[in-house]
């Protein structure tokens, strides 16, 4: 069956930089688009970063474009998200998605996704 299996956050100040990971199994990882998601406190969730199956295509959401940068490794079958500059307001839960398909295009909203890990807490405070 599909795993998604995070790890990488915790308490940062604000400014300074996390890497998150997303360790997949079940599925044939390189023929999926995959994204992370994000839920603050008392908040709905919010699609952050999707990466297309092949990695070479991106996209971000504009509130972390410039910051957030979203890698994979198809050998490893791996997924990264390396966050810098953050912010209190980057703090969340952040998951790892398995996209419906192989494309970052169609994989920008929510209703994208069809499988997600257990979440990973990123907590941004002095």
């Known amino acids: 069956q599909v795993q998604l299996v995070e790890s990488g956050g915790g308490l940062v100040q604000p400014g300074g930089s996390l890497r998150l990971s997303c360790a997949a199994s079940?599925?044939?990882?390189?023929?999926?688009?995959m994204g992370w998601i994000r839920q603050a406190p008392g908040k709905g969730l919010e699609w952050v970063s999707v990466?297309?199956?092949?990695?070479?295509?991106?996209a971000y959401a504009n509130s972390v474009k410039g910051r957030f940068t979203i890698s994979r490794d198809n050998a490893q079958n791996t997924l990264s998200l390396q966050m810098n500059s953050l912010r209190p307001e980057d703090t969340a839960v952040y998951y790892c998605?398995?996209?419906?398909?192989?494309?970052?295009?169609?994989?920008?909203?929510?209703?994208?996704?069809?499988?997600w890990g257990q979440g990973t807490q990123v907590t941004v405070s002095s």
């Open positions: 998605a398995k996209s419906r398909t192989a494309y970052a295009v169609n994989s920008q909203s929510i209703s994208g996704y069809d499988y």
């Open positions: 079940g599925f044939t990882f390189s023929s999926y688009a």
């Open positions: 990466v297309n199956s092949g990695g070479g295509t991106t």
